[in-house]
């Protein structure tokens, strides 16, 4: 049986009034008090559009080592924004992590964040919400492993480690040791990473080519390692395919980061 307060429902059912309120058989006072009480059911679906069917969603937020984040904001704005689109809904996170949107719409498509005045993420997952009435649990939790900080240090949760993204140009090996050696950002201690702790950043992109999270920024698949012996040549990693290898310390378009130890 369909729900007669719906908005659909009453604007129709004013409809019908207010052609009743216009048959010119009706006697005027009549007339008047139907149209009246059209103009009261019009108002009344104009004000239940935002109390209409709801659906919910919950779920979990996570570090890189499974450990859950209380105290985050999560969004929920619509994957496909209209001009009739409602905004994007908040929720806090619990001691355990868990969050819930109660009264998002019915079988529709949201995309879930989180934000922060005290650092950024790339984190974004797409999930879809039931039937009116029903609330789905995300499959699985929101895990967020980097954090960008305003001084431009990202941090990994995951292996404990803080990384600096380099200059926009190319650098040659030497330029790019010489960069990190000279960095002051967030203090000291930066140095060229290691092949094992680039190997540690691969992650599906779906949206890119480099396989790494988009929070590093890359404009290039490739970052420098480690000095070989020989001089003449480093160790580059490619996040295409995951490889090491070695290159001449001045074969171009090759990324610098930086990476050190939390003090």
């Not at 619509?78 to 996170?93: I, L, M, N």
């Not at 201690?189 to 992650?203: I, N």
Request: hydrophobic residues 40%.
């Amino acid at each position: 049986m369909e729900n007669p307060f719906r908005p659909e429902s009453l604007r129709s059912m004013a409809g019908g009034l207010a052609a009743l309120a216009r048959e010119t058989a009706l006697d005027p006072q009549k007339r008047k008090r139907i149209a009246f009480a059209a103009a009261v059911i019009l108002l009344f679906a104009f004000f239940s559009r935002g109390c209409g069917p709801k659906a919910g969603l919950t779920g979990f937020v996570l570090d890189g080592k499974g450990r859950p984040l209380p105290g985050l904001t999560v969004m929920a704005a619509a994957e496909k924004p209209g001009k009739k689109s409602p905004k994007p809904a908040k929720a806090e996170t619990g001691k355990d992590g868990s969050f819930r949107f109660p009264s998002l719409s019915p079988d529709s498509r949201y995309v879930l964040s989180i934000k922060s005045d005290k650092w950024t993420t790339s984190l974004a997952v797409h999930a879809g919400t039931g039937q009116a009435d029903t609330e789905i649990p995300l499959p699985a939790p929101l895990t967020m492993r980097f954090t960008r900080t305003p001084d431009g240090v990202i941090h990994d949760s995951r292996e404990t480690l803080e990384w600096l993204p380099g200059p926009a140009r190319d650098l040659d090996h030497r330029a790019a040791a010489r960069w990190i050696r000279r960095s002051r950002s967030a203090g000291t201690g930066w140095r060229l990473p290691r092949v094992k702790e680039l190997a540690g950043l691969v992650a599906p992109n779906p949206g890119g080519r480099c396989q790494i999270d988009p929070i590093f920024g890359l404009k290039t698949c490739l970052a420098w390692s480690e000095l070989l012996p020989d001089e003449r040549f480093a160790l580059v990693f490619d996040f295409e395919n995951g490889k090491a290898g070695p290159k001449a310390y001045n074969t171009p378009q090759v990324a610098t980061l930086a990476v050190r130890v939390p003090r």
